[in-house]
């Protein structure tokens, strides 16, 4: 399924900086868009250092915006989502292409409300990864399970099945330009949050699994975050562990206060 293993750099230790992704979903406008990125921007030059990595995730209608805000700074612009495709007639879609144009450097595939409500399987998702990773963009892979998964102890084969199929031809080199976002649905939300031990535990099973997909040296490296309900009052915990990179966060990074709390937690 994948190229020969290339020989290892012994020791490397994995990601430090923890890596904070904000999916603003469908919600902000231009206006409020840009209202947000002020704040924020405003935040960071006073406080000068800011010891995690920052992606916005807008929606299509405020990429070039936000871009405009923090082009040149540290702070990173994703996309929510891409077609397959590079051009063609599929009306109401957005291309790779059309994302960098936009200035995006990275670009959220496979999270659980495409699945859910647009049906997205995936062998698209793969389709879409092998795409971004082909166009120049840095995708954030979306895996996790559902509540029935959950509750019926299939975590493991879930997330097995999901990381197999939508990494499929992904070379070694294209892995380090992909992030892996672990994301159980029953906790996306909702309320209810993976405890760190649990989160932990998934992200050990990702890296072992990794580790027979590829090599060693990319199980270490390949930046694994959690997201799932999310807050400034459980971040902290849930970042404590080595092998979490830190996180994509919904509904809180909608508020400048609550994401920038979230931020500090990945100190």
Not at 6 to 31: D, F, H, Q, R, Y
Not at 171 to 199: D, L, R
Not at 227 to 249: D, R, W, Y
Request: proline letters at 3%; one cysteine or more.
């Amino acid at each position: 399924m994948h190229p020969a293993k290339a020989g290892l750099t012994e020791n490397k230790k994995m990601p430090s900086k923890k890596l904070i992704i904000a999916n603003w979903k469908m919600n902000k406008g231009l206006v409020q868009s840009q209202q947000f990125s002020d704040e924020l921007k405003s935040y960071i030059e006073k406080h000068k250092v800011i010891d995690a990595e920052i992606i916005l995730c807008p929606p299509f209608t405020s990429l070039e915006a936000v871009n405009r805000k923090f082009n040149g700074t540290a702070v990173k612009l994703g996309a929510q989502n891409m077609h397959q495709e590079s051009i063609g007639a599929y009306t109401g879609e957005i291309s790779a292409g059309m994302l960098k144009s936009c200035g995006c450097e990275f670009v959220i595939l496979g999270h659980s409300e495409r699945r859910q409500y647009f049906n997205e399987t995936n062998a698209l998702i793969n389709k879409k990864v092998l795409k971004a990773l082909d166009e120049g963009l840095k995708p954030i892979v979306c895996i996790g399970e559902n509540l029935q998964e959950h509750d019926d102890k299939l975590t493991e084969p879930v997330i097995e099945e999901q990381i197999s199929v939508c990494l499929q031809h992904v070379s070694e080199e294209g892995m380090a330009n992909v992030t892996i976002a672990y994301e159980p649905v029953w906790a996306i939300g909702t309320g209810k949050n993976a405890t760190a031990h649990q989160v932990e535990s998934v992200h050990n099973f990702l890296r072992k699994k990794l580790k027979k997909m590829y090599n060693e040296e990319i199980s270490k490296n390949t930046k694994i975050v959690y997201g799932g309900s999310v807050t400034p009052e459980n971040a902290k915990e849930l970042f404590a562990p080595q092998t979490v990179n830190g996180g994509l966060i919904g509904g809180a990074s909608l508020e400048v206060d609550k994401f920038v709390a979230i931020i500090n937690s990945a100190h």
